[in-house]
């Protein structure tokens, strides 16, 4: 087994301890996702990004919250059209306030390259979702 297998499914175990937990809580998949998108992945995020020297392990923190939420909703038998899209949009919240640190971050420490590489990633990481939401509703009335 190679490390990385080993820390996958060593991983794997952690968040399904902690998709049971919140399941049994009866806690909604939605609520799960707002407080994980409000005290995680907002602001408060954004600023620790900026603050930390190593602003990674906070992006990492971030994507494992983000991940128990769909798992919820399945494991209860919640998933709904809203909670789908309710999801994805505070995602891409997060996904600007992550990069809105890194660019505070690599411009107080006086990194101009990586401050356009993150400005980069942030357009790429709009554009893609516009893409692919004007792709489908665009083939979906021409059908």
């Not at 602001?43 to 392990?57: K, N, T, V, Y």
């Amino acid at each position: 087994m190679t490390y990385t297998r080993a820390i996958g499914v060593a991983s794997n175990k952690v968040i399904r301890l902690i998709v049971r937990a919140l399941a049994l809580s009866k806690i909604n998949p939605n609520v799960l996702t707002f407080l994980g998108w409000s005290l995680i992945s907002s602001p408060p995020l954004s600023w620790l990004s900026a603050a930390f020297e190593r602003p990674g392990f906070v992006i990492v923190f971030a994507g494992l919250f983000d991940m128990v939420d769909g798992r919820v909703a399945r494991a209860t038998n919640q998933v709904t059209r809203f909670g789908g899209f309710f999801d994805s949009v505070l995602d891409r919240y997060s996904d600007l306030a992550l990069l809105m640190g890194l660019l505070v971050y690599y411009g107080t420490i006086n990194r101009p390259f990586y401050v356009v590489l993150t400005a980069i990633v942030m357009t790429a990481a709009v554009m893609i979702s516009y893409t692919r939401t004007r792709a489908e509703t665009s083939f979906q009335l021409v059908r």
